[in-house]
């Protein structure tokens, strides 16, 4: 069962440089973008951690204690430990080395990172079953979805998951031939489970994957088989983990993993515009997941991408098909297949809490673009370009020109990340017509600082709509705005209130209209001609003599 | 040769199909980006509805997504009453700024202009004439609640506004009618709802306080041709239709003039009351607001006397 290249260093340098280029576009950028909602709440996360390790450094056994042990971890008990603890490391090396130009960076550096070693991966695994040119494409695919350009820069969980499912899919890939990656397999899943519920799907993908290698390797009567040694090591070292990295678990350990599971399992429901109706209950349409991914990704890796799965539909054929003596392989399309599919399907299930987001589903994209390797390589080698034209430069020029729309697109949706819509959907605008998802986490923001300094030069007050204190606060560290424009509690005590445009924040919108009396927004922040923010202006902050 | 030279044609069709589509994705962006409208344009379609705005006109956007940019340019023109509206009356002529080939009526229009990818038009509309609104007047009313021992006045008072924020419903205002301040909800005043379809609907906020009404009295009101009454629940909570329906009833004259049983999922409804036999008079009117459950029941009603516009 030998379907696999070996890695030469050459290939770590070229899978280290792509993802070393992308952690820094994410550094270069990262200035423009307010922290959102949920990295607002993740970072007091953080900090508490970040207080709790120092402890356990100085004074363990108080650390130790069940009420410090709480008072540290009981604030956002219902996400796991690992992402939370690595901001909290990289906050304690901001605090006692000054690291990086900015508090927001600390937060957000482990998940750039994640986001740079993604990229690595997704050409290591790529270039382990196919030639280098279709994992750098697979790798460069991925790093140019605007929307995973948008959560790579984030202290979030949602690509960091995406990257730890996606090691933990090669660590099982690697370990059904080499028996040394069942344990790397067991941490790599143990990891996964400690960022992220994402990873529950895991087991069930590999045991269907093995289910159909197993029968393979029974047709063609093999007479070694595979071991299921690698399923114990899940079993067993990915929930030791993922308990041993999260102290809230080590008292009240069943009640409190019941909780978390529950939690997930009966997750609230963000109400989410699609095609023009704004679903707050299930179910949400099954489409939704397959038409985000259709208007939020290059058309072309797209078709690619099932061109690819086309050109390795014999990996994919049923077990029956195959005769005694047939060779057997690893399955590796398969694979792939489920891992690109199962995230998708989740959020489809008319069952599933409503998320909406294609975070939520970013696990899928690795898988997505190494597809879309394939299906490259596949259409250069079936149109022959190299030898027809006398050069290597076509296939090369061909590669380039099929990712320019992603890389293009990707620049254009910086900062505006979750507003952007691809060609494909009508772009920007044309997304508005549809009734698409116009935002979330109030991290635009951060587009209007400098109008309300210019409009705020001797400081006042803003209502933040959907813009966490938090997320105001973090602005206001990084040195964004100034400590003398605070966030205000009331609209009716702010000088300027803000209105996030989302189809449901219609009533916000309204409030704002009484309580200053008109319905004119003083400013309108816009994108491609879309509107993101209104900004109400307090016509007292006239009587107050705030405005000048 | 000719079979591989066959071959070597359809793969590279197959070759160019990919490379259109990218070429497709490449072209159609700044395409897109050519047909949205400078903030130029959208000044000069303004400046031009703004010289002939009228009172009472009312401007539309379209596409509806559009509608904070043409507010933000000429929202100043427009009373709340008109931004919000309740129902068709007191609406002179309705000015349409529109991009991307978008509209809001089917009808000829009376004026078009096109400034540079914003279309300006307009339509003489025929509605009728508003004698008495009661949104507007709400100030001047009385208000009770019933209660064990007897109705109680509620106080017109000033005090603080509501914060705002989603799911919060429609906003308290500073200046209302405060019926109990252990159940802060219980006021009555004017404010506006955001309905089933998210529309704007300037209203009287009258929370039902359960199977005891609350009670809102406006004394000569001049009576025409009809009152209309329109009314709806906030769109956070109707639209998960579980909840217990609000009885209005409208009381003219101390004589119940009409009932409107309103139900999550009605979306803003009402009912129009003939009034014509006591067209001209001066009538007291009163809004009576009950339910079996006050769970959760953010009802908001608007009202007007109503006659029809003269014709030219």
Same mark, same amino acid.
């Given at each position: 069962?030998?379907?696999?290249? /070996?890695?030469?260093?050459?290939?770590?340098?070229?899978?280290?440089?792509?993802?070393?280029?992308?952690?820094?576009?994410?550094?270069?950028?990262?200035?423009?973008?307010?922290?959102?909602?949920?990295?607002?709440?993740?970072?007091?996360?953080?900090?508490?951690?970040?207080?709790?390790?120092?402890?356990?450094?100085?004074?363990?056994? #108080?650390?130790?204690?069940?009420?410090?042990?709480?008072?540290?971890?009981?604030?956002?008990?219902?996400? @796991?430990?690992?992402? /939370?603890?690595?901001?909290?490391?990289?906050?304690?090396?901001?605090?006692?080395?000054?690291?990086?130009?900015?508090?927001?960076?600390?937060?957000?550096?482990?998940?750039?990172?994640?986001?740079?070693?993604?990229?690595?991966?997704?050409?290591?695994?790529?270039?382990?079953?196919?030639?280098?040119?279709?994992?750098?494409?697979?790798?460069?695919?991925?790093?140019?979805?605007?929307?995973?350009?948008?959560?790579?820069? +984030?202290?979030?969980?949602? !690509?960091?998951?995406?990257?730890?499912?996606?090691?933990?899919? &090669?660590?099982?890939?690697?370990?059904?031939?080499?028996?040394?990656?069942?344990?790397?397999?067991?941490?790599?899943?143990?990891?996964?489970?400690?960022? /992220?519920?994402?990873?529950?799907?895991?087991?069930?993908?590999?045991?269907?994957?093995?289910?159909?290698?197993?029968?393979?390797?029974?047709?063609?009567?093999?007479?070694?088989?595979?071991?299921?040694?690698?399923?114990?090591?899940?079993?067993? !070292?990915?929930?030791?983990?993922?308990?041993?990295?999260?102290?809230?678990?080590?008292?009240?350990?069943?009640?409190?993993?019941?909780?978390?599971?529950?939690?997930?399992?009966?997750?609230?429901?963000?109400?989410?515009?699609?095609?023009?109706?704004?679903?707050?209950?299930?179910?949400?349409?099954?489409?939704?997941?397959? =038409?985000?991914?259709?208007?939020?990704?290059?058309?072309?890796?797209?078709?690619?991408?099932?061109?690819?799965?086309?050109?390795?539909? +014999?990996?994919?054929?049923?077990?029956?098909?195959?005769?005694?003596?047939?060779?057997?392989?690893?399955?590796?399309?398969?694979?792939?297949?489920?891992?690109?599919?199962?995230?998708? +399907?989740?959020?489809?299930? @008319? #069952?599933?809490?409503?998320?909406?987001?294609?975070?939520?589903?970013?696990?899928? &994209?690795?898988? +997505?673009?190494?597809?879309?390797?394939?299906?490259?390589?596949? !259409?250069?080698?079936?149109?022959?370009?190299?030898?027809?034209?006398?050069?290597?430069?076509?296939?090369?020029?061909?590669?380039?020109?099929?990712?320019? @729309?992603?890389?293009?697109?990707?620049?254009?949706?910086?900062?505006?990340?979750?507003?952007? &819509?691809?060609?494909?959907?009508?772009? =920007?605008?044309?997304?508005?017509?549809?009734?698409?998802?116009?935002?979330?986490?109030?991290?635009?923001?951060? #587009?209007?600082?400098?109008?309300?300094?210019?409009?705020?030069?001797?400081?006042?007050?803003?209502?933040?709509?959907?813009?966490?204190?938090?997320?105001?606060?973090?602005?206001?560290?990084?040195?964004? =705005?100034?400590?003398?424009?605070?966030?205000?509690?009331?609209?009716?005590?702010?000088?300027?209130?803000?209105?996030?445009?989302?189809?449901?924040?219609?009533?916000?919108?309204?409030?704002?209209?009484?309580?200053?009396?008109?319905?004119?927004?003083?400013?309108?922040? #816009?994108?491609?001609?879309?509107?993101?923010?209104?900004?109400?202006?307090?016509?007292?902050?006239?009587?107050?003599?705030?405005?000048? | 040769?000719?079979?591989? *030279?066959?071959?070597?044609?359809?793969?590279?069709? *197959?070759?160019?199909?990919?490379?259109?589509?990218? *070429?497709?994705?490449?072209?159609?962006?700044?395409?897109?980006?050519?047909?949205?409208?400078?903030?130029?344009?959208?000044?000069?379609?303004?400046?031009?509805?703004?010289?002939?705005?009228?009172?009472?006109?009312?401007?539309?956007?379209?596409?509806?997504?559009?509608?904070?940019?043409?507010?933000?340019?000429?929202?100043?023109?427009?009373?709340?009453?008109?931004?919000?509206?309740?129902?068709? $009356?007191?609406?002179?002529?309705?000015?349409?700024?529109?991009?991307?080939?978008?509209?809001?009526?089917?009808?000829?229009?009376?004026?078009?202009?096109?400034?540079?990818?914003?279309?300006?038009?307009?339509?003489?509309?025929?509605?009728?004439?508003?004698?008495?609104?009661?949104?507007?007047?709400?100030?001047?009313?009385?208000?009770?609640?019933?209660?064990?021992?007897?109705?109680?006045?509620?106080?017109?008072?000033?005090?603080?506004?509501?914060?705002?924020?989603?799911?919060?419903?429609?906003?308290?205002?500073?200046?209302?009618?405060?019926?109990?301040?252990?159940?802060?909800?219980?006021?009555?005043?004017?404010?506006?709802?955001?309905?089933?379809?998210?529309?704007?609907?300037?209203?009287?906020?009258?929370?039902?306080?359960?199977?005891?009404?609350?009670?809102?009295?406006?004394?000569?009101?001049?009576?025409?041709?009809?009152?209309?009454?329109?009314?709806?629940?906030?769109?956070?909570?109707?639209?998960?239709?579980?909840? $217990?329906?609000?009885?209005?009833?409208?009381?003219?004259?101390?004589?119940?003039? $009409?009932?409107?049983?309103?139900?999550?999922?009605?979306?803003?409804?009402?009912?129009?009351?003939?009034?014509?036999?006591?067209?001209?008079?001066?009538?007291?009117?009163?809004?009576?607001?009950?339910?079996?459950?006050?769970?959760?029941?953010?009802?908001?009603? $608007?009202?007007?006397?109503?006659?029809? *516009?003269?014709?030219?």
């Amino acid at each position: 069962m030998i379907d696999t290249r /070996k890695l030469t260093r050459r290939d770590h340098v070229i899978g280290a440089t792509l993802g070393l280029i992308y952690v820094a576009a994410l550094l270069h950028t990262a200035p423009d973008l307010a922290m959102s909602r949920d990295e607002s709440f993740y970072v007091h996360a953080a900090k508490n951690i970040a207080g709790w390790l120092s402890e356990l450094l100085t004074d363990p056994a #108080s650390a130790l204690d069940p009420d410090h042990i709480a008072r540290a971890w009981r604030y956002n008990w219902e996400h @796991p430990a690992w992402m /939370k603890l690595m901001f909290a490391w990289s906050w304690l090396a901001q605090e006692h080395l000054g690291l990086f130009p900015r508090d927001s960076l600390a937060f957000r550096f482990p998940g750039m990172l994640t986001a740079g070693l993604l990229l690595w991966l997704i050409y290591a695994w790529g270039a382990s079953v196919m030639g280098r040119s279709g994992a750098i494409f697979a790798s460069v695919a991925f790093a140019t979805m605007p929307r995973v350009f948008y959560h790579s820069h +984030l202290a979030c969980f949602d !690509v960091p998951i995406a990257f730890f499912t996606t090691l933990t899919a &090669y660590a099982y890939w690697r370990a059904l031939v080499d028996r040394r990656w069942i344990p790397v397999l067991g941490l790599a899943f143990g990891i996964a489970l400690a960022t /992220k519920h994402n990873s529950w799907m895991l087991p069930g993908i590999f045991i269907i994957h093995f289910a159909v290698l197993h029968a393979d390797q029974a047709r063609a009567v093999v007479e070694e088989r595979t071991p299921m040694t690698w399923l114990a090591s899940m079993l067993v !070292v990915g929930p030791l983990f993922f308990i041993v990295t999260w102290p809230w678990l080590w008292h009240d350990t069943w009640n409190r993993i019941g909780a978390y599971v529950t939690f997930h399992l009966k997750h609230v429901h963000y109400t989410y515009q699609f095609l023009g109706v704004s679903y707050f209950e299930p179910p949400l349409p099954f489409s939704v997941p397959f =038409v985000m991914t259709l208007f939020t990704v290059s058309a072309v890796v797209l078709a690619l991408a099932v061109a690819g799965i086309f050109f390795e539909r +014999l990996e994919l054929r049923f077990p029956w098909r195959l005769n005694p003596g047939d060779p057997t392989t690893r399955r590796t399309d398969l694979l792939w297949l489920g891992c690109l599919l199962a995230p998708l +399907l989740a959020i489809a299930l @008319p #069952s599933s809490p409503i998320f909406g987001g294609t975070k939520h589903w970013l696990g899928a &994209y690795p898988f +997505l673009a190494l597809f879309a390797g394939r299906g490259l390589l596949a !259409v250069a080698e079936r149109a022959n370009l190299g030898p027809w034209l006398g050069r290597q430069w076509p296939s090369r020029a061909f590669a380039i020109f099929c990712l320019l @729309p992603g890389a293009i697109q990707t620049a254009h949706s910086h900062p505006f990340g979750l507003s952007h &819509y691809m060609p494909m959907a009508g772009g =920007v605008p044309g997304a508005a017509d549809l009734g698409m998802n116009r935002q979330f986490w109030g991290f635009t923001t951060g #587009s209007l600082t400098e109008w309300l300094i210019e409009q705020l030069p001797d400081g006042g007050s803003v209502w933040l709509c959907d813009t966490t204190a938090g997320a105001w606060a973090m602005l206001q560290a990084d040195g964004a =705005v100034p400590h003398n424009i605070r966030a205000a509690r009331s609209m009716s005590e702010a000088d300027f209130a803000l209105v996030h445009h989302e189809q449901h924040f219609a009533e916000v919108d309204y409030q704002a209209w009484v309580a200053y009396g008109t319905s004119r927004p003083a400013h309108v922040l #816009s994108y491609d001609g879309v509107p993101i923010i209104s900004v109400y202006e307090n016509p007292a902050r006239h009587e107050r003599g705030g405005a000048h | 040769m000719a079979e591989a *030279a066959r071959k070597l044609s359809l793969a590279s069709w *197959a070759w160019v199909l990919f490379a259109a589509l990218a *070429a497709f994705e490449l072209l159609a962006d700044p395409v897109i980006r050519a047909a949205i409208p400078r903030e130029e344009a959208w000044r000069q379609a303004s400046a031009f509805v703004r010289e002939r705005f009228e009172p009472n006109d009312r401007i539309v956007a379209a596409p509806a997504w559009v509608d904070p940019i043409v507010r933000g340019e000429l929202g100043d023109l427009t009373e709340l009453r008109i931004a919000a509206l309740p129902d068709r $009356a007191g609406v002179g002529r309705v000015w349409e700024l529109g991009i991307r080939g978008a509209t809001t009526f089917d009808a000829a229009p009376a004026l078009e202009r096109n400034f540079a990818g914003v279309r300006v038009r307009m339509w003489p509309v025929e509605s009728p004439k508003i004698i008495y609104d009661f949104v507007t007047r709400i100030r001047e009313a009385e208000v009770e609640i019933d209660t064990d021992a007897g109705p109680l006045a509620c106080a017109w008072t000033r005090g603080r506004a509501a914060p705002g924020g989603l799911e919060r419903g429609p906003m308290m205002p500073a200046e209302r009618f405060v019926c109990d301040r252990a159940r802060p909800w219980l006021w009555v005043g004017p404010t506006i709802l955001a309905d089933l379809e998210l529309q704007p609907r300037r209203c009287i906020w009258q929370h039902p306080a359960g199977p005891d009404a609350v009670r809102t009295t406006f004394i000569d009101v001049p009576l025409g041709e009809r009152l209309v009454v329109r009314g709806g629940i906030d769109y956070q909570v109707a639209r998960r239709r579980y909840h $217990a329906p609000v009885t209005l009833r409208v009381w003219i004259d101390d004589e119940i003039a $009409a009932e409107l049983v309103h139900h999550d999922g009605d979306g803003w409804s009402g009912l129009d009351i003939d009034t014509s036999a006591h067209r001209g008079s001066d009538a007291s009117v009163r809004f009576e607001t009950t339910t079996s459950d006050p769970y959760a029941r953010l009802f908001c009603f $608007a009202a007007s006397t109503q006659t029809e *516009a003269p014709r030219d």
